[in-house]
């Protein structure tokens, strides 16, 4: 059941990347990000007043939100951070880069968290598991050469550096996931680190965007902000079920969501026609022969 919601997991965030790239065409990113946090706010606001002020109404079904001190808060504060941060860097570098550079670069993501799960847990990778590492480096490099192709130099690319820091700090994520899903309610933590995302882009919007708006690119309304949130969040909503579930492995389900990437791929190819191919074809299969090899080492 967990690894089938794994699978549905990661069509929805296959769907996510392709609705924030459009999103984000000639468009202003810090706007477009906090009205992506402003609708998950208020997809989950109601779930959380209404286990709060009408006892017995979702108690029991996957919508329960159960009340919880600071001791609990303070650790859904930092997943918030996290999350925020990786968005951050992500949205600039999905503004200025093809999908089909974010995709397989946001695909290695399994690959840190495994290596973050030796650093942090102590945990030892066998020969599948080095395999698959090999092959994301691999995967990499190869990557940068098509990137070449499109004057996209992968060394002195901010984007492209943005892009592996939203992928790093997403991998934290997933790391800091395995230990919120071992102790805190999983619905607690969806829908309150949404609500805590809000009042931190806030910040930045007033802050970052506002005092420069009429120098930057101009913020303009697409229906494809408010697919980001509601694909986003339900992508998250049954990704963190199938964790909460028994006999659910975080390195799976990680890699699984992975596989988004044949969905951004393709639409990518599709929708955006972008360039290279073939080339960045061959890439992307090294990352996904490299998500088989630690399926494999992780069984």
Not at 72 to 89: E, N, P, Y
Request: glycine share 8%; hydrophobic share 55%.
């Amino acid at each position: 059941m967990w690894l089938l919601l794994a699978f549905l997991s990661a069509a929805l965030l296959g769907f996510y990347d392709v609705f924030k790239k459009e999103s984000l065409r000639d468009n202003a990113v810090i706007p477009v990000l906090f009205l992506n946090t402003l609708f998950s706010t208020l997809l989950f606001l109601p779930f959380i007043v209404v286990s709060a002020r009408v006892p017995g109404v979702l108690e029991g079904t996957l919508f329960y939100v159960p009340q919880a001190g600071w001791d609990v808060h303070r650790f859904i504060v930092l997943k918030s951070a996290l999350v925020l941060s990786s968005w951050v860097f992500g949205y600039f570098g999905m503004k200025h880069l093809p999908l089909t550079i974010v995709g397989p670069i946001n695909a290695t993501r399994p690959v840190m968290v495994l290596v973050g799960a030796m650093a942090v847990f102590g945990e030892r990778l066998n020969l599948w598991q080095w395999a698959g590492v090999a092959l994301a480096v691999a995967s990499f490099f190869l990557l940068s050469r098509s990137g070449r192709k499109e004057g996209i130099d992968f060394a002195h690319n901010r984007w492209v550096v943005f892009v592996v820091l939203a992928a790093l700090l997403g991998a934290a994520s997933g790391l800091y996931d395995k230990y919120l899903m071992g102790r805190f309610d999983r619905m607690a933590v969806q829908a309150w680190y949404n609500v805590y995302q809000l009042p931190m882009m806030g910040a930045a919007l007033l802050a970052l965007w506002l005092p420069s708006r009429r120098r930057t690119t101009p913020f303009r309304w697409d229906w494809c902000i408010l697919l980001i949130s509601l694909f986003l969040s339900a992508a998250d909503f049954v990704y963190f079920y199938a964790l909460s579930l028994e006999g659910s492995m975080i390195s799976i389900v990680s890699m699984v969501r992975r596989g988004s990437v044949v969905v951004s791929f393709l639409c990518g190819a599709l929708l955006f026609r972008e360039k290279n191919l073939k080339s960045k074809a061959v890439d992307l299969l090294l990352v996904l022969i490299g998500m088989i090899c630690l399926y494999l080492g992780s069984k």
